[in-house]
């Protein structure tokens, strides 16, 4: 016969029973270890905000800096000069990719108020068209600076020229070969701008890249040239300074970089202050 089973003794505990008081007894928790867990995570953060600035700072292609200085040179033959106009009435046509900012128009992506007839073809009348209404547009921001009395048909005329030198497939793709870098310019687009007190200035910006890719629609990096003050003085002399810089991106539509830009460029419209611009 088996042994009657005994009650457990009043002093003992039954491992059920253990459990339950286990988990009735508040816990504590050794804190000694904390300033090693802190600082390995501290430096687990600073290890990735460097890696990003690394992977930031991946250098541009070609022989591109940073930031630098680029010279053109303007058109001689006449025929070069109505090619330059060619070009700005297919960049008008585009209805997108002339940009322009002044004291009354301070927003994003206003496009040069010009309309040309667009039937898939440029000719001689349409390209010396869309001078003379760039011309017209110009001369009616200028007349409203300090310096209105100053200007007149010749002075902007001046002016215009300088404008559609630069807004043409020339300056941008004579850029990036002296540069050694691909050409495969990629979303360009021309901001021209008139400050309050009468300064015209003239950007191009593309996104670029030192690894072509076929359909490729945007690039690691974007370049910006950022002209000089094409209403100065220039004493004679027939061409252009520029400043640039080559910036990594992560961005992949051109109208959210220039955005960006926008509070740069007002303060040069306000201004005159443009260092802030040059170095964006």
Known sequence: ASAPSRP???????????GLVAMAEPTTMDWSAAPQYIAGLVALLIGLVLLRAVAG????????????????EDPVSDEAILERKRDLARIINTKRDIWVVTEGCRTAASVLPVNLPNDGSVDEATARRAYDEL???????????????????????????????????????DFLMQHKVQPMIL???????????????????AF???????????????VKLLSEDLNGD????????FSYTATATRETQMERVITKHLPHILKGIDSDGWQAYEMA
Do not use: C, I, N
Request: glycine content about 10%; hydrophobic content about 35%.
């Open 208 to 222: 670029v890249t030192d690894k072509p890719v076929p359909g490729a629609t945007s690039g690691p990096f974007v």
């Open 187 to 205: 979303q360009a687009k021309y901001v021209v701008m008139v400050s309050k007190s009468g300064q015209v200035r003239a950007a191009w910006y």
């Open 57 to 72: 700072r991946k250098p541009p292609p070609g022989k591109l800096l940073r930031r630098g200085t680029f010279v053109h």
């Open 135 to 173: 011309k017209a547009w110009l001369q009616a921001e200028l007349e409203k600076t300090p310096a209105a009395g100053k200007v007149d048909m010749a002075t902007t005329g001046s002016v215009a020229d300088r404008v559609v030198y630069f807004t043409s497939v020339s300056p941008g793709f």
């Open 234 to 241: 220039r004493g004679g002399r027939t061409y252009t300074d």
């Open 8 to 18: 457990p003794h009043r002093g003992t505990l039954s491992v059920a029973q253990h």
